[in-house]
């Protein structure tokens, strides 16, 4: 197949199959949210620092694939300029007991941080002067991402290490309700209270056309959740495959199990994700975490009901 090219039938293959799994998946009883939080550290970083601090976390949680996982449900994952990124569980609208025991987790590990290594983490978008700081992850993912940006744009290594940005998830709960979830979230990507900050909006603009910005079909008037699926596949079979620098459509192995890991690597404004069936608002800047939380319940509110006609 991959030597043909044939993109309409990758196309309406791999949309038939994530229209089952989500057809499998749903519906949902009762909507959840989750988040991904980072953090700039205050200084340059080297891979020998966030060993450091992986080893510092390793005694409160426990490490297994990259990440550093704790009773409470959170985990710890580290960016390529050696951010700190802490991902939640699933949370439902009306927890906001949790909630705030995450944001004192999260302010109660930066503290140790900085108590035991000198590295103050900061809940910041940009700090600039990062462009040529070492790599601190060096999977084939991170190198290939790194190579294909020095390449695409002119800011790609800036936004690899020298941005924190919060990613705000929200479950999809059934098929009806997946177009104008995914239409809020658009109008929401624009909105002043949730739109990236210049800075961070000129590096996204300059770091890969192919996989970066606003998914082209948020401003198409599409009818089916079908459609919807369908274009953003479309979009990710003409983004650059990392490691091959050709679109997805023309690489070596066309697989959907490949495919699925490729549309990992697409970092759009908004974002749709088969694993858990979420759709990812990937627009905002770190910032202070009481901001954070007055952000979180204003994202919930917004988000909590939606109709055809939202």
């Known amino acids: 197949m991959n030597g043909h090219f044939d993109i309409a039938g990758l196309a309406a293959d791999f949309t038939r199959r994530y229209m089952a799994v989500l057809k499998g998946q749903l519906p949902k009883t009762e909507r959840t949210y989750g988040f991904e939080f980072e953090f700039l550290p205050d200084r340059v970083l080297n891979i020998e620092d966030v060993a450091d601090v992986e080893a510092l976390l390793s005694r409160r949680g426990k490490c297994a694939n ?10 710890i994952a580290f960016e390529p300029g050696g951010q700190l990124e802490y991902c939640s569980p699933p ?3 009306g927890d906001e007991k949790r909630l705030d025991s995450f944001i004192a987790f999260m302010e109660q590990i930066n503290a140790e941080i900085r108590s ?5 983490y900061l809940p910041r978008g940009y700090v600039p002067g990062r462009r040529d700081a070492p790599l601190c992850l060096t999977s084939e993912r991170y ?4 190579r294909r940006l020095a390449a ?13 940005s919060i990613h705000l998830h929200v479950a999809i709960c059934s098929i ?17 209270l949730f739109q990236m900050s210049a800075q961070r909006r000129e590096i996204w603009d300059n770091t890969d056309p192919t996989r970066c910005g606003m998914p082209p079909c948020c401003a198409e008037s599409l009818t089916a959740p079908e459609e919807l699926i369908d274009r953003l596949i479309r979009f990710g079979l003409h983004a650059v495959a990392l490691g091959e620098e050709v679109p997805f459509f023309k690489t070596a192995d066309t697989s959907f199990e490949a495919f699925l890991y490729h549309m ?16 990812e608002l990937r627009t905002l800047d770190s910032m202070p975490m009481d901001a954070f939380r007055q952000r979180w319940l204003q994202f919930v509110s917004k988000t909590a009901q ?4 939202c």
Do not use: W, Y
Request: aromatic content about 8%; some cysteine.
């Open 66 to 75: 990259g990440a550093v996982f704790f009773e409470n449900g959170l985990c």
């Open 91 to 93: 949370l439902v609208a």
């Open 116 to 120: 035991h290594l000198g590295i103050s």
């Open 143 to 146: 190198v290939s991402l790194h």
């Open 152 to 164: 695409s744009g002119t800011r790609g290594h800036e936004m690899m290490k020298a941005t924190a």
């Open 176 to 192: 009806e309700e997946l177009l104008p979830l995914f239409f809020r979230l658009c109008r929401l990507a624009r909105e002043p």
């Open 264 to 279: 990992t690597t697409i970092f759009t404004d908004v974002r749709f994700n088969l694993k858990g069936t979420t759709l």
């Open 306 to 309: 939606v109709s055809q006609s």
